[in-house]
Nanobody, 115 residues
Protein backbone atom coordinates (compact mmCIF):
# COMPACT_ATOMS: atom_id res chain seq x y z
CA UNK A 1 0.00 0.00 0.00
CA UNK A 2 1.44 3.36 -1.02
CA UNK A 3 0.55 7.02 -0.72
CA UNK A 4 1.96 9.50 -3.21
CA UNK A 5 1.87 13.19 -2.33
CA UNK A 6 2.29 15.92 -4.91
CA UNK A 7 1.44 19.54 -5.63
CA UNK A 8 3.96 21.43 -3.54
CA UNK A 9 5.95 24.36 -4.80
CA UNK A 10 6.83 28.00 -4.35
CA UNK A 11 3.97 30.45 -3.92
CA UNK A 12 3.70 34.06 -2.84
CA UNK A 13 1.98 35.04 0.39
CA UNK A 14 -1.75 35.15 -0.15
CA UNK A 15 -1.57 32.58 -2.90
CA UNK A 16 -3.05 29.10 -3.17
CA UNK A 17 -1.87 25.55 -3.75
CA UNK A 18 -3.64 22.24 -3.91
CA UNK A 19 -1.84 19.17 -2.63
CA UNK A 20 -2.85 15.69 -3.75
CA UNK A 21 -2.37 12.36 -2.03
CA UNK A 22 -2.92 9.43 -4.35
CA UNK A 23 -3.48 6.01 -2.78
CA UNK A 24 -2.72 2.61 -4.28
CA UNK A 25 -6.03 1.33 -2.91
CA UNK A 26 -9.39 2.88 -2.19
CA UNK A 27 -9.13 5.68 0.33
CA UNK A 28 -12.35 4.33 1.85
CA UNK A 29 -10.20 1.44 3.08
CA UNK A 30 -8.65 3.89 5.50
CA UNK A 31 -10.39 4.76 8.74
CA UNK A 32 -8.78 8.15 8.54
CA UNK A 33 -6.45 10.04 6.22
CA UNK A 34 -4.52 13.12 7.19
CA UNK A 35 -2.04 15.77 6.18
CA UNK A 36 0.87 16.57 8.46
CA UNK A 37 3.56 19.18 8.03
CA UNK A 38 7.00 19.81 9.42
CA UNK A 39 8.72 23.15 9.17
CA UNK A 40 12.49 23.47 9.52
CA UNK A 41 13.48 23.25 13.17
CA UNK A 42 9.94 22.54 14.32
CA UNK A 43 7.98 19.51 15.37
CA UNK A 44 5.67 17.79 12.95
CA UNK A 45 2.06 18.85 13.36
CA UNK A 46 -1.32 17.67 12.17
CA UNK A 47 -2.80 20.00 9.57
CA UNK A 48 -6.10 18.31 8.74
CA UNK A 49 -7.72 14.91 8.65
CA UNK A 50 -10.77 13.27 7.14
CA UNK A 51 -12.52 10.11 8.28
CA UNK A 52 -14.03 7.41 6.11
CA UNK A 53 -17.46 8.87 6.88
CA UNK A 54 -16.35 12.30 5.72
CA UNK A 55 -15.81 14.04 9.04
CA UNK A 56 -13.02 16.61 9.01
CA UNK A 57 -10.72 18.18 11.55
CA UNK A 58 -8.31 21.10 11.20
CA UNK A 59 -5.47 22.67 13.13
CA UNK A 60 -6.50 26.04 14.51
CA UNK A 61 -3.75 27.70 12.48
CA UNK A 62 -5.31 26.65 9.17
CA UNK A 63 -9.05 26.80 9.90
CA UNK A 64 -10.87 28.86 7.32
CA UNK A 65 -7.92 28.73 4.91
CA UNK A 66 -7.34 25.03 4.21
CA UNK A 67 -9.84 22.41 3.09
CA UNK A 68 -9.32 18.65 3.06
CA UNK A 69 -11.44 16.66 0.64
CA UNK A 70 -11.46 13.48 -1.41
CA UNK A 71 -12.41 12.60 -4.96
CA UNK A 72 -15.52 10.65 -5.91
CA UNK A 73 -13.43 7.83 -7.35
CA UNK A 74 -12.01 7.29 -3.89
CA UNK A 75 -8.37 7.31 -4.90
CA UNK A 76 -7.14 10.77 -3.93
CA UNK A 77 -7.28 13.06 -0.94
CA UNK A 78 -6.69 16.75 -1.47
CA UNK A 79 -5.57 19.66 0.65
CA UNK A 80 -6.66 22.99 -0.81
CA UNK A 81 -4.56 25.72 0.75
CA UNK A 82 -5.67 29.33 0.34
CA UNK A 83 -4.40 32.61 1.77
CA UNK A 84 -1.02 31.03 2.33
CA UNK A 85 1.34 32.60 4.82
CA UNK A 86 5.12 32.32 5.19
CA UNK A 87 4.54 30.28 8.34
CA UNK A 88 2.83 27.63 6.21
CA UNK A 89 6.23 26.82 4.71
CA UNK A 90 6.94 23.17 5.46
CA UNK A 91 7.19 19.68 4.07
CA UNK A 92 3.66 18.28 3.85
CA UNK A 93 3.05 14.53 4.12
CA UNK A 94 -0.12 12.49 3.87
CA UNK A 95 -0.96 9.51 6.06
CA UNK A 96 -3.49 6.72 6.12
CA UNK A 97 -4.78 4.74 9.10
CA UNK A 98 -6.39 1.35 8.66
CA UNK A 99 -7.76 -0.80 11.47
CA UNK A 100 -5.21 -3.41 12.44
CA UNK A 101 -2.36 -1.90 10.44
CA UNK A 102 0.42 0.55 11.16
CA UNK A 103 -0.01 4.10 9.89
CA UNK A 104 1.16 4.56 6.31
CA UNK A 105 3.17 7.64 5.43
CA UNK A 106 3.56 9.03 1.96
CA UNK A 107 6.67 10.90 0.93
CA UNK A 108 6.55 14.63 1.58
CA UNK A 109 5.97 17.47 -0.79
CA UNK A 110 7.60 20.79 -0.07
CA UNK A 111 5.63 24.01 0.18
CA UNK A 112 7.45 27.33 0.30
CA UNK A 113 5.54 30.56 0.84
CA UNK A 114 7.76 33.50 0.07
CA UNK A 115 7.81 36.71 -1.90
Amino acid sequence: VQLQASGGGLVQPGGSLRLSCAASLSIFSFRKMAWYRQAPGKQRELVADITSSGGTNYADSVKGRFTISRDIAGKTVYLQMNSLKPEDTAVYSCTGDRVGFLRIWGQGTEVTVSS
